[in-house]
């Protein structure tokens, strides 16, 4: 018997929906940790990529001083961090081992169920390609992450930011698949005859104007431009600080380069993305009718958050939890986008 004429007793699409819900959470707590290893300059500890056998730390003296030694040759120790002692060391090899430990598991959360439910003929049709797809997109993921890390070991001292912002934006992409495919696995639980979720161009428009504000806050973070100005509104004290446009570089290069120019697109892009979650919040009411007040709830609190991580020079938790907002108002949207492209 194949997938496609199983019995539905044997397709278990709600089962399924919790699997890839609980995967989402995991990831949730990867990005807050991929956060806080960004902030802490930690993601640069570890030096070598061991998908397998990385996933067990050093244990004893021996191999500390080894893994040390392995760090006091990269960029980031001889030009920012030299005299580093070892104590030191461990604080900022725990947060990028951490990260790594989570990605590992977010791997091993998919590969491992997926095989269970083939194996069972429990994945009703249709949804076999698109499982293997977001399973294969966290292999990616993790070549990615390397791929990053490995822009700061041979000449620079910190990573590329467009290689850390890749790497964000990829992980929430793979979070709002999981979130989208659970809820019409969720759907096709409660109808047998429901169909996959389509966006629609509301949605689609909110998305990347998200998009657009997820990507300038991946580029503050790599370029450490939110130590740039720590006021608000204004930057230091102007609207637009004098000598804060590189002349000589193009209006692409400035955007994407220039800390201060990324600061001030980070803050003001904030309010065209605030607006058009609200307007997205009432434009899917019918369908979800708390929609305004959740996004309204979420918009409110990430403003504050990214005000408040600004005045206080990028404090760590208000930063952390500034990013943890920020994924809760994805997933928002993606939820009240899949409640308004649901077809009958």
Excluded: C
Aim: proline fraction near 5%.
């Amino acid at each position: 018997m194949n997938a496609n004429s199983m019995p539905r007793r044997q397709q278990r699409p709600r089962t399924l929906a919790r699997w890839l819900i609980i995967v989402a959470a995991i990831v949730l707590v990867m990005v807050v940790v991929g956060g806080v290893t960004r902030l802490t300059e930690s993601g640069l500890s570890m030096v070598r990529w061991q998908p397998i056998s990385g996933f067990v730390p050093p244990l004893n003296a021996e191999q500390w001083i080894a893994e040390f030694k392995a760090y006091q040759a990269t960029p980031e120790y001889l030009k920012i961090n030299r005299g580093m002692s070892l104590d030191e060391f461990k604080a900022i090899f725990f947060w990028e081992y951490l990260h790594r430990v989570i990605g590992r598991i977010i791997g091993l959360a998919m590969i491992l169920p997926l095989a269970w439910f083939a194996w069972k003929r429990a994945i009703p049709k249709g949804y076999t390609w698109r499982l293997v797809a977001l399973t294969a997109l966290v292999v990616f993921q993790g070549a990615i992450g390397w791929w990053m890390v490995a822009s700061g070991l041979i000449d620079r001292p910190d990573v590329s930011h467009l290689r850390l912002a890749t790497h964000l934006l990829t992980a929430l992409f793979f979070f709002g698949g999981l979130i989208w495919t659970a809820l019409d696995l969720l759907a096709l639980d409660r109808n047998a005859q429901a169909r996959p979720a389509r966006l629609s161009a509301a949605s689609i428009a909110v998305l990347l104007i998200l998009a657009i504000q997820l990507l300038l806050g991946a580029f503050t973070a790599g370029l450490d431009a939110g130590f740039a100005f720590s006021s608000w509104p204004l930057m230091g004290d102007a609207f637009f600080p004098d000598g804060g446009w590189h002349d000589g570089w193009s209006a692409m290069h400035n955007a994407i380069d220039n800390p201060i120019v990324v600061q001030f697109l980070h803050r003001w892009w904030a309010w065209i993305a605030a607006g058009a979650a609200l307007l997205f919040g009432r434009k899917v009411r019918p369908q979800w009718p708390a929609a305004p007040l959740v996004i309204g709830l979420l918009v409110i609190t990430q403003i504050m958050l990214g005000i408040g991580t600004l005045l206080s020079g990028v404090a760590i938790p208000i930063a952390a939890a500034h990013q943890a907002v920020a994924v809760l108002l994805l997933a928002s949207l993606v939820y009240g986008a899949h409640r308004l492209g649901l077809r009958r």
